[in-house]
């Protein structure tokens, strides 16, 4: 089983970057479709963005499209979400998730993740 642990949240103010970090462990993450989902308070969680496994294909919610990169380093077993021109509404906790093939089916629902990140929070003032 792979263990996720996510990094790289903070508080950050309107229009700056971060950068979060998705450290795997105990399993290769190029086995699995991963995913970055965030979550609002009183909100459900949602998809931000996602990548396959060979990382050759990427996919972004309509919000963060432009503006967030998804991408995976498999060298270092770690996946990434660069985040630029940050908006107070990307204020959330911020999950990264990792899905096996069998499980997978169009890569935007929380269910089809088998493996979970504990959470990073990210904070964007104005």
Same mark, same amino acid.
């Given at each position: &089983?792979? &263990? ?12 700056? +970057? ?7 462990? #105990?399993? +290769?993450?190029?086995? =699995? *479709?991963?995913?970055? /989902? ?5 909100? $459900? #969680? ?6 396959? #496994? +060979? %990382? !050759?294909? *990427? ?6 499209? !432009?503006? /967030? ?9 770690? %996946?990434? &979400? &660069? ?5 107070? $509404? ?17 890569? *935007?629902?929380?269910? $089809? =993740?088998?493996?979970?990140?504990? !959470? ?7």
């Amino acid at each position: &089983q792979v &263990q996720l642990v996510e990094s790289g949240g903070g508080l950050v103010q309107a229009g700056t +970057s971060l950068r979060l970090r998705c450290a795997a462990s #105990r399993g +290769s993450l190029s086995s =699995y *479709t991963m995913g970055w /989902f965030r979550q609002a308070p009183g909100k $459900e #969680r949602e998809v931000v963005a996602r990548i396959s #496994r +060979s %990382g !050759g294909i *990427t996919a972004y919610a309509d919000s963060v499209k !432009g503006r /967030f990169t998804i991408y995976r380093d498999e060298a270092k077993n770690t %996946g990434y &979400q &660069q985040m630029n021109s940050l908006k107070p $509404e990307d204020t959330a906790v911020y999950y990264c998730a990792a899905a096996a093939a069998y499980s997978l089916r169009s890569g *935007t629902n929380p269910t $089809e =993740y088998n493996y979970w990140g504990q !959470g990073t929070q990210v904070t964007v003032s104005s």
